[in-house]
């Protein structure tokens, strides 16, 4: 992944024959395999699953901005459909189990897995879907901008939310296509109100508008009891959808990092969202750049975070850039410089 590589990416055939040598030395340490940003295919994908099979060490594989299509995808899921249940040990069953399985096929022990900018198509996403209902090994799934349509969300959400109970990180920002009715916002719903593993789920590029917002924070946030971040970013979430926000806010006690960039909250929705930033005891960072916000939000935001930190629960790092401050020496502009000075007279340390 270097400038000095840039013409000289690695194919499927060098994926093949690094993927040959793993499985030949299976007892290699070898703990991460980046391949990010090459030009490996279905054959190299197929043949480097294998390999992670094979090699028990092998935890991390980052094969972003490839060449993956459904086929390859689908070998993937395979082998990740054949990690042990047991793979991840502590407890006396846990153990108990694995010696009655210790001559089963050893299966993969991913845990990371980057498979982000390749034309997964739906085919691709639905075979990890069923691979999540029995991989047990896996904790970070990233499938960003991999060509995802409605059948292929509702599967992944629906597979988050019956049969998985290990993944903490799932990314499905920028499907290639969604509902104009908000209709897939269900599965994801349903995802949050049920799962107890998630930590982190990435939304963005969804096209949301504040139903589907309403949506996941009722039947979602609002029953979620692990989540810790949450990425809505790039939706077209308006000032209706204030309320929604500043619910999930108040309800959930666990959600740390919001993410609600280039939406469309304007000022009505950034008051909203406000008024419930003093009640929220959980919250460490929130990002509302570019959503058209004025001086009558910002300062409403200002006091927002004041009172925060009279209740002792500050946060540490907020987001505001591309709204409209005004000229400077603004009510917006001493607003937050007002209050800033107040976090930094109470030790609080906000960027």
């Known amino acids: 992944n270097s400038s000095r590589l840039f013409e000289n990416r690695v194919t499927d055939a060098q994926a093949v024959a690094l993927a040959h040598a793993l499985r030949v030395e299976s007892d290699a340490p070898v703990r991460d395999l980046d391949l990010s940003y090459n030009r490996i295919g279905d054959a190299g994908a197929a043949a480097l699953a294998e390999a992670c099979g094979a090699n028990a060490h092998v935890e991390s594989l980052n094969?972003?901005?490839n060449e993956i299509g459904p086929a390859g995808c689908a070998k993937i899921a395979d082998v990740l459909a054949r990690a042990p249940r047991c793979a991840i040990v502590g407890t006396s069953e846990h153990l108990e189990?694995?010696?009655t399985n210790a001559r089963a096929p050893a299966g993969t022990r991913l845990r990371f897995l980057d498979l982000a900018h390749n034309p997964l198509d739906n085919d691709?996403?639905?075979a990890l879907a069923g691979a999540l209902r029995a991989n047990a090994t896996l904790t970070h799934l990233d499938l960003e901008r991999t060509d995802l349509g409605l059948r292929a969300l509702s599967a992944l959400c629906g597979a988050v939310n019956e049969s998985n109970d290990?993944?903490?990180?799932?990314?499905?920002?920028?499907?290639?296509?969604f509902s104009v009715a908000d209709e897939h916002a269900w599965p994801a719903a349903r995802a949050l109100g049920a799962n107890a593993s998630l930590k982190t789920l990435k939304c963005g590029k969804w096209g949301l508008k504040h139903e589907g917002l309403e949506t996941i924070v009722a039947y979602g946030l609002c029953e979620n009891k692990t989540l810790e971040t949450l990425d809505l970013r790039c939706n077209r979430v308006d000032e209706l959808g204030g309320a929604h926000v500043a619910r999930a806010l108040r309800e959930n006690k666990t959600l740390r990092r919001l993410n609600l960039e280039e939406n469309k909250l304007g000022d009505a929705g950034a008051a909203a969202v406000a008024a419930a930033l003093g009640e929220t005891t959980s919250l460490?960072?929130?990002?509302?750049?570019?959503?058209?916000?004025?001086g009558p939000g910002l300062i409403a935001l200002a006091d927002g975070v004041r009172a925060m930190l009279e209740n002792d629960a500050p946060p540490s790092e907020?987001?505001?850039w591309g709204n409209d401050f005004g000229a400077p020496g603004s009510a917006a502009a001493v607003a937050w410089r007002d209050v800033l000075a107040r976090a930094e007279a109470l030790g609080a340390a906000i960027k």
């Open 97 to 99: 189990a694995s010696e």
């Open 124 to 126: 691709g996403g639905a």
């Open 63 to 65: 094969l972003r901005g």
């Open 284 to 294: 460490l960072r929130l990002d509302l750049r570019c959503n058209g916000i004025g």
């Open 166 to 177: 290990t993944l903490e990180f799932l990314s499905l920002e920028n499907p290639r296509e």
């Open 318 to 320: 907020l987001r505001l």
